[in-house]
């Protein structure tokens, strides 16, 4: 590591993120799951509605203790894993190419990892508000239509915050390029 | 079936998702670049071309800078009697070195007859002429140097300036250019191209369009990472700058621009450019020929791919410059050639989707939502830029600037061809290539100081 004081070498925290995100797209299911889990804990967070997602499933059961109970299955197309897969491998050979920014690297796959992760589950909680309230007309319009506009803009966010972070020069840095030429 | 439909969506999601943040960052900061220097969208949008010394821009001679100007040409009579014209001043005197790649036609004769003592026609003769435009440029350099030292010149006060054989400089460009080299630090500067016939057909005002909004105004964001990309017109460098290179700064690259730009960001030069000064320029008429330019240029582009590591291994380059210069030479690699396919595969699945929707719902509701949805998640950035466009360049009109925002459904297919017509091109080796051809033009008159 050139710039911070890690102590496994840049090579290896490439190669762990390029192996997280080829697991990321192998193993969906398991991914899934936790999302599952996480989306439950969203549901609870923000609503009344009592949420719980189902052992071994990648399944949400919304409206425990109630006679009102609606499952949700988190589909591989649903899921963020592919894209948190995508992201990791991206920043794998960022990592190994570019010696010089590994903090800069990490950070901002960071964000655009949370960014992702933050994106879906609020478009997984919006079907499952929508289809709630308004039925199967609920879910039509929040899955195919409204979600995947949070999806598109939640991604192009989260590239955006890791492009600028990338290109951000660090603070208190000295001016790498001549300041004299002429 | 949904595993492959699910890479398709992941790629086509990481490349648009990606190719968008960086053109709408490089754009933001454009118009974040033009706010602080208190410069309008539509500033240049009204001005005109031929009278580079024009001082209302700043003083022509620019704290004492020289300039010397290389036209490289091959057969191009039609025109450079007007562009030398244009360069040419009685009362300054900047050099201009029209080198003569062997025309078989009067190119030579009629550059010397417009510019009288201020030009100097170099001859190339067969077989060491029509090598390409970087060797013809590096032969008018060994004279820019040669008569530099011939005059006792200091070469961080020379700018060399290369001037395709239709160019025009706005008006007052030369006071706007040689104030940016008062910050010795700047090696480079490129001016923003406006396309001279651009109302003479839909290809034309297309060009244009690339060019004054998408380019200009990513050039100008370029302007915050002083990695502004070099073109073949209206490119200016330092001649010290220049001298760090060698005897042969142009590679034989096919966008030898592009790999001048490369070679002086790694050695610490600051590349920038300005809102107040262009460069107009014939564009072209037919596809044809359009499709082999674009082909010459998406190839040299690709190539220059390979110097990449000397970019993120240069300790003298940015962070920011780093990540943009390389995000902008992964361009056709990772953006044109991918989207060309994942494109179509999306088209399908759209189509696979819509009947989907229809057998559950109201089909005009479920066709109306989806048009919809499909209308703002693909032409957004066609939305934004033809609001750009429109107050880059008012004249254009409402209309006329959303149609041609919306163009690129049918506009992108020529970057597509052109692409992978390149990739082609790489593989097989093939680097020969014929020059764009010119339109005839009346000579302008004489360019004065003031």
Redesign the interface.
């Known amino acids: 590591m050139s710039d911070i004081p890690l102590f496994v070498s840049r090579w290896t925290t490439g190669i762990v993120l390029f192996i997280a995100g080829i697991a990321a797209w192998s193993f969906g299911e398991t991914y899934r799951m936790h999302e599952a889990r996480l989306e439950a804990g969203v549901v609870n967070l923000l609503s009344p509605v009592k949420a719980v997602a189902q052992d071994g499933t990648a399944v949400v059961w919304t409206g425990m203790g109630t006679s009102d109970i609606m499952g949700f299955n988190i589909t591989s197309a649903c899921s963020s894993a592919a894209l948190m897969g995508g992201f990791c491998v991206v920043t794998a050979i960022l990592l190994v190419a570019w010696r010089s920014r590994t903090k800069a690297i990490l950070f901002g796959a960071a964000i655009a990892l949370t960014l992702i992760l933050l994106t879906n589950l609020v478009r997984l909680s919006v079907v499952i508000g929508a289809t709630r309230v308004w039925g199967r007309a609920g879910f039509d319009w929040t899955h195919m239509y409204l979600g995947t506009i949070v999806t598109v803009v939640g991604l192009f966010v989260a590239a955006g915050a890791y492009l600028f972070l990338l290109m951000r020069e660090p603070s208190g840095a000295p001016a790498r390029r001549k300041a004299h030429r002429a | 079936m949904?595993?492959g439909?699910?890479?398709v969506?992941?790629?086509a999601?990481?490349v648009?998702?990606?190719a968008?943040?960086?053109f709408?960052?490089c754009v933001g900061s454009g118009l974040v670049q033009l706010r602080r220097a208190g410069v309008r969208l539509g500033a240049q949008s009204k001005v005109s071309y031929g009278r580079p010394y024009d001082p209302k821009h700043g003083d022509p001679r620019g704290s004492g800078f020289e300039i010397y100007y290389l036209i490289p040409c091959l057969n191009e009579e039609a025109v450079i009697g007007a562009t030398v014209s244009s360069l040419a001043s009685a009362e300054l005197d900047f050099r201009i070195f029209v080198i003569d790649d062997a025309s078989d036609d009067d190119t030579g004769a009629i550059a010397s007859a417009a510019g009288g003592a201020q030009v100097t026609v170099v001859r190339r003769e067969l077989p060491m002429a029509r090598l390409g435009k970087g060797a013809a440029l590096n032969e008018g350099y060994a004279h820019v140097r040669a008569d530099v030292a011939a005059r006792g010149l200091d070469p961080?006060?020379v700018l060399v300036c290369v001037m395709d054989a239709d160019g025009r400089l706005s008006d007052g460009a030369v006071g706007a250019v040689t104030a940016l080299f008062e910050d010795?630090?700047v090696?480079g500067a490129q001016l923003s191209v406006r396309i001279r016939n651009r109302s003479t057909n839909f290809l034309l005002r297309f060009q244009d369009y690339q060019f004054w909004t998408q380019s200009s105004l990513t050039q100008l964001g370029r302007m915050k990472?002083?990695s502004v990309s070099l073109g073949g017109n209206g490119q200016f460098a330092?001649l010290?700058?220049l001298m760090e290179l060698g005897d042969a700064p142009w590679t034989e690259a096919l966008t030898e621009d592009l790999d001048l730009a490369i070679s002086l960001a790694v050695r610490?030069?600051?590349l920038t450019t300005t809102p107040l000064a262009s460069v107009d320029q014939q564009g072209i008429e037919s596809l044809r020929p359009l499709i082999r330019q674009r082909t010459r240029w998406y190839q040299g582009h690709m190539m220059a791919m390979k110097r990449a590591?000397e970019v993120?291994g240069s300790?003298?380059?940015?962070?920011?410059a780093?990540?943009?210069m390389l995000?902008y030479l992964a361009v056709p690699w990772l953006f044109d050639l991918p989207w060309s396919i994942l494109y179509h595969l999306i088209l399908i699945q759209i189509a696979i989707?819509f009947a989907g929707?229809t057998a559950?719902?109201d089909p005009v509701i479920a066709w109306g939502?989806?048009a919809?949805?499909i209308y703002?998640?693909g032409f957004w950035p066609a939305l934004i830029t033809a609001v750009l466009a429109y107050r880059r360049d008012p004249e254009m009109g409402r209309l006329r600037t959303l149609a041609i925002g919306h163009s690129f459904l049918i506009t992108n297919y020529i970057s597509y061809i052109c692409a992978w017509r390149a990739l082609f091109r790489i593989i097989l080796r093939r680097n020969g290539w014929v020059k764009t051809s010119r339109v005839t033009e009346v000579p302008a008159a004489p360019a004065t100081a003031s």
């Open positions: 949904d595993t439909w699910a890479i969506n992941t790629a999601a990481l648009m998702g990606f968008a943040a960086y709408f960052i961080s006060k010795d630090t090696g990472t002083s330092r010290s700058a610490g030069w600051n590591p993120l300790p003298n380059v940015s962070h920011g780093s990540i943009e995000l989707t929707v559950t719902a939502s989806m919809v949805v703002v998640l």
